[in-house]
């Protein structure tokens, strides 16, 4: 066995073999109420496939059209059902590391609009209390302060209210810093594509699961290919025809002791 024979059949089974792991245990988190059957019986199809597709390249000559149909379908399908699987297991691991962070973005948005919303509020408070005071006459100047002493606590407590929201944003934008740590590659492509964490992640997923398994199969068909081609030819001795023999033509003996040989013509 060759370096690069062997290169190609090591990187088939390990390619196979961690498709397989993310496969197994990504149906398995599906199927959670069973989860060593499923495990089993996904582990055997994922077994199987690898071994379809060998005997597929290997036999392809010498097996009937419904062997031919049945088995290449259910390799394709087994592929998708192994794809599937992945994503699975992908989406499963995103979500855990990002639920933090979720949490932490949702309280940040609900606060900001809390800010928005008590801003308006002030702003009305202060135009309500200048067309008040503006209403009354000039000489009416106790009126107009005894306006301004009912309209300032309230005015008063938004401000107060405006610096506590402020201060937990703060709070929660620096939380989301260390928290985003973990997913920010995925914050970054977010942003440079002007769209949202979970879009850009599905279509990460999508792009790995595109070339995992199904670059797993081709490689164990190359490795067949190689294994095909390396096997030493048999060697047919061809038989040397035999030589004609010449028999010595029969003597006759006349009389005692003479030996006459026979004419060959």
């Not at 019986?41 to 049945?70: C, H, P």
């Not at 973005?105 to 135009?127: G, H, N, P, R, Y």
């Not at 006349?254 to 004419?263: E, L, R």
């Amino acid at each position: 066995m060759n370096k690069f024979q062997l290169l190609v059949g090591s990187s088939a089974f390990f390619i196979a073999g961690c498709a397989a792991f993310f496969s197994v245990f990504g149906i398995g988190k599906l199927f959670s109420g069973a989860f060593i059957a499923v495990v089993i019986m996904a582990s055997s199809l994922e077994l199987g496939k690898l071994v379809t597709a060998s005997f597929l390249y290997r036999y392809w000559d010498k097996i009937n059209q419904f062997q031919k149909v049945y088995m290449a379908t259910a390799t394709v399908v087994l592929v998708l059902i192994t794809s599937a699987g992945i994503f699975g297991y992908l989406s499963n691991a995103y979500q855990g590391a990002t639920i933090e962070f979720e949490k932490q973005t949702t309280a940040l948005s609900f606060k900001e609009e809390q800010i928005e919303q008590l801003e308006e509020d002030k702003v009305f408070l202060k135009d309500e209390l200048e067309q008040s005071v503006a209403s009354l006459p000039d000489n009416y100047i106790t009126a107009k302060r005894k306006l301004r002493e009912d309209y300032n606590p309230q005015i008063l407590g938004i401000n107060s209210q405006l610096l506590d929201l402020k201060q937990e944003v703060g709070e929660l934008k620096t939380q989301l810093v260390e928290t985003g740590v973990d997913v920010g590659p995925a914050i970054y492509l977010a942003r440079a594509f002007n769209t949202d964490i979970d879009t850009v992640v599905k279509f990460f997923i999508f792009i790995l699961i595109f070339v995992f398994d199904p670059l797993a199969v081709m490689l164990i068909v190359a490795y067949n290919q190689i294994l095909l081609e390396n096997q030493p030819k048999k060697v047919i001795k061809k038989k040397k025809p035999l030589e004609p023999v010449e028999k010595p033509l029969p003597q006759k003996t006349f009389g005692k002791g003479a030996i006459v040989k026979p004419n060959p013509d």
